[in-house]
């Protein structure tokens, strides 16, 4: 089974910039992949906010975008918030199985 | 507005059966690829398996630790997800979720599963 990595964790000032990313252990993630972006509060449901890539969702704040990136899928924050903070999982389709990302804790600080 | 409400977690001994069902509403639940998600307590999200609508074939999908002892099934005449989980561990302990697979624009609240002797 393919895995797929996220950095475990990242800090943002409030106001700045951060990417997050997604990599394959099969290889290059393309759009055939599907990347997807999700964001999950302690205590909270995950919420969808990346589809396919880089679709946003009606409630996706525009600072969130996602994008490929040196092989990898990114979601870039710009301009963060403070209610930012949360863990981010992506997840990548093979096939008949869909993997997730272990997370990245991000940070607004 | 999509609306997945999961249900029939509890407390289970390994080895026993559970089954979850998840009640959807807000959307075209027949039309919908649906997928299961867990986290256990203080872990990531693992995708579970997933059923095709009817439309598509209605086959399945599971990830590996579950394949051979978790079974998804659909009912579109009641707009329900199922999950029945046999021969149980306590690595299955998670909260389980149900989410439409269109867009993956919807998620459950959960239903927790601890399964422990």
């Known amino acids: 089974q393919a895995v797929v990595t996220q950095e475990p964790s990242l800090t943002v000032s409030p106001g700045g910039t951060v990417t997050l990313t997604c990599g394959s252990s099969?290889?290059?993630?393309?759009?055939?992949?599907?990347p997807y972006w999700f964001q999950q509060k302690p205590g909270q449901a995950p919420r969808t906010l990346i589809y396919?890539?880089?679709n946003k969702h009606s409630w996706t704040p525009a600072r969130f975008s996602g994008s490929l990136l040196g092989g990898k899928a990114a979601l870039t924050l710009s301009g963060a918030q403070p209610e930012d903070e949360a863990e981010y999982y992506c997840?990548?389709?093979?096939?008949?199985?869909?993997?997730f990302g272990g997370g990245t804790k991000l940070t607004v600080l | 507005e999509v609306q997945l409400v999961e249900s029939g977690g509890g407390l289970i001994k390994p080895g026993g059966s559970l089954r979850l069902s998840c009640a959807a509403s807000?959307?075209?639940?027949?039309?919908?690829?649906m997928s299961w998600v867990r986290q256990a307590p203080g872990k990531g999200l693992e995708w579970v398996g997933r059923?095709?609508?009817?439309?598509?074939?209605?086959?399945?999908d599971y990830a590996a630790p579950v394949k051979g002892r978790f079974t998804i099934s659909r009912d579109d005449s009641k707009n329900t997800l199922y999950l029945q989980m046999n021969s149980l561990k306590t690595e299955d302990t998670a909260v389980y979720y149900c989410?439409?697979?269109?867009?993956?624009?919807?998620w459950g609240q959960g239903t927790l599963v601890t399964v422990s002797s």
């Open positions: 997840f990548l389709s093979y096939s008949g199985a869909r993997v």
């Open positions: 807000g959307f075209t639940f027949s039309n919908d690829w």
């Open positions: 989410t439409t697979e269109e867009r993956w624009n919807g």
């Open positions: 059923i095709k609508s009817k439309t598509d074939g209605g086959t399945t």
């Open positions: 099969t290889g290059a993630v393309t759009s055939g992949l599907y």
């Open positions: 396919d890539t880089s």
